[in-house]
């Protein structure tokens, strides 16, 4: 019987124990509470999408990009796939100890459906060692352009969903520094990142809105809202991308007409395919 209300009936309190959201006595403090309290924030969003692509296909492939530890591929197999009899997880990891370290802990629970692969975001665009098609891409805080190396990855997957946390992207306030003096000459509305704070956090905004608007390019409706509480960081941005039929109509030139007024022309390969 599950003694601590928090916790989920089906939670495993081995994996909350590796996870450090428990303690080694299986007891929560304060801060692991609120580390709960944002996992299953996050799930929430996530659920449903993995319901919709079981009921239709009766089952998936999900990718999380940028895995690190593997905290979501672990918490979405533990609290969905573990009771079911098909679907996997894939993580993506650059870092070689972290994903031993994660294989070693998915066997131990036995979670034979979930694997983890020792590639760049990047390199998985061309990897074989990943399906065709996948069903659900993740990115949550993937550091400069593994957000946008995970929407190509997507893209060329036609994945179902797509569920991003996106970092900022210094290639974008780097262009904008660039040109800075230029643009401040052409219109006033440079001032908006005429100062070096304002250069990154603008430069973080236009990148997320010319993601966005790659999206809709490729036909997919977009839910764009705060994780609240999802780390403590103003990088609280949530992405949910469903793939449609049908593009926006408009969203290919205003792409062009933002990076032509930004002078942003140097990154037309990044947002614009």
């Not at 709960?36 to 009766?58: C, N, S, T, W």
């Not at 070689?96 to 979670?111: I, P």
């Not at 401040?184 to 100062?195: D, S």
Request: with cysteine; aromatic share 6%; glycine share 6%.
């Amino acid at each position: 019987m599950n003694k601590i209300p928090e916790i989920r009936p089906e939670q495993s309190h081995e994996l909350l124990k590796e996870l450090h959201i428990l303690t080694r006595e299986g007891k929560l403090n304060q801060d692991s509470r609120r580390k709960l309290k944002q996992v299953y924030h996050l799930y929430q969003f996530i659920e449903p999408l993995l319901e919709d692509v079981m009921a239709r296909r009766g089952d998936l492939t999900l990718v999380d990009h940028g895995a690190g530890k593997s905290y979501l591929g672990f918490i979405l197999y533990d609290l969905f796939l573990k009771s079911l009899t098909r679907g996997q997880v894939i993580g993506i990891e650059t870092r070689s100890e972290l994903v031993e370290k994660s294989r070693e802990l998915a066997q131990r629970l036995g979670f034979s459906r979930m694997s983890l692969l020792n590639l760049s975001v990047e390199d998985s665009i061309g990897s074989e060692q990943l399906p065709g098609c996948v069903d659900i891409v993740t990115a949550l805080h993937a550091c400069d352009t593994a957000t946008d190396d995970a929407i190509r990855f997507a893209l060329g997957k036609q994945a179902q969903f797509i569920v991003l946390v996106p970092c900022c992207q210094a290639e974008v306030a780097s262009v904008l520094r660039r040109h800075k003096s230029y643009s401040l000459a052409q219109t006033p509305l440079a001032e908006i990142w005429r100062h070096p704070i304002h250069t990154r956090e603008f430069g973080s905004q236009i990148t997320n809105v010319l993601r966005c608007l790659l999206l809709e390019t490729h036909g997919y409706l977009l839910t764009v809202t705060e994780l609240v509480g999802w780390e403590h960081s103003m990088k609280n941005e949530l992405i949910i991308a469903r793939r449609g039929s049908t593009p926006r109509g408009n969203a290919r030139e205003r792409i062009e007409r933002i990076l032509q007024v930004l002078n942003l022309g140097d990154l037309e390969a990044r947002f614009l395919y």
